[in-house]
């Protein structure tokens, strides 16, 4: 006889944020541990998982809904943040109007969703593209208030192309999501 005694969590993870800031690369980075200029968001990961043996007993199972496509709207529909429990939100470390658009994303989500204890959908903020030059100081030592003022738990300064705190970023996420839990 087998007898099963590990558990099963099942996470939705919302990844959201403006087109072009590196949304699709970064799920691509975290789940199949690779980075492609040539590869395209719009022809999707609109669907990604991921599964972690978190601990002994537990399997954490990640899905990443990825909002492929429809960005210029700044926001979604309920119906798609449905049952959401964690979210990651992008913005591109060498364009500030990203990270304005990234406040309009977070408020977009915490008016249309929230977890069933009726608490804030845990979120974390990355600043994406710190590979870059062009990546902003003033920027960077504004995040902290920044994470404060929306809410966010905290936040990353992150490289797809060169697989930089991507890794952390995601424990992170999921580390609040079983707090949550
Ligand atoms: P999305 O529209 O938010 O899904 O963004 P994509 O993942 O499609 O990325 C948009 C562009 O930015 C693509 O050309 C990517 O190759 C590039 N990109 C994504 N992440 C990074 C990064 O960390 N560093 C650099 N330099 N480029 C990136």
């Not at 960077?140 to 929306?150: H, I, T």
Request: hydrophobic share 40%.
């Amino acid at each position: 006889l087998h007898f099963e005694c590990s558990r099963v969590q099942l996470f939705k993870v919302l990844v959201i944020g403006d087109l072009g800031v590196g949304k699709s690369s970064i799920v691509m980075r975290y789940v199949n541990k690779c980075f492609d200029e040539r590869y395209k968001g719009t022809i999707g990961v609109d669907f990604a998982l991921k599964s972690i043996e978190w601990d002994a007993k537990t399997v954490v199972r990640l899905q990443f809904w990825d909002i492929a496509g429809q960005e210029r709207f700044k926001k979604m529909s309920r119906v798609y943040y449905k049952g959401t429990m964690g979210a990651i939100v992008v913005f591109d470390i060498t364009n500030s109007c990203t990270l304005e658009a990234a406040s309009e994303w977070k408020q977009d989500l915490d008016s249309k969703v929230c977890l069933d204890s009726g608490h804030l959908v845990p979120a974390v903020l990355l600043a994406n593209k710190c590979d870059l030059t062009g990546r902003d100081g003033d920027v960077v030592s504004s995040l902290d208030s920044f994470c404060k003022d929306n809410s966010f738990l905290g936040w990353f300064e992150t490289s797809a192309k060169d697989n930089i705190n991507i890794e952390e970023a995601g424990a992170f996420l999921v580390k609040q999501m079983m707090l949550c839990d």
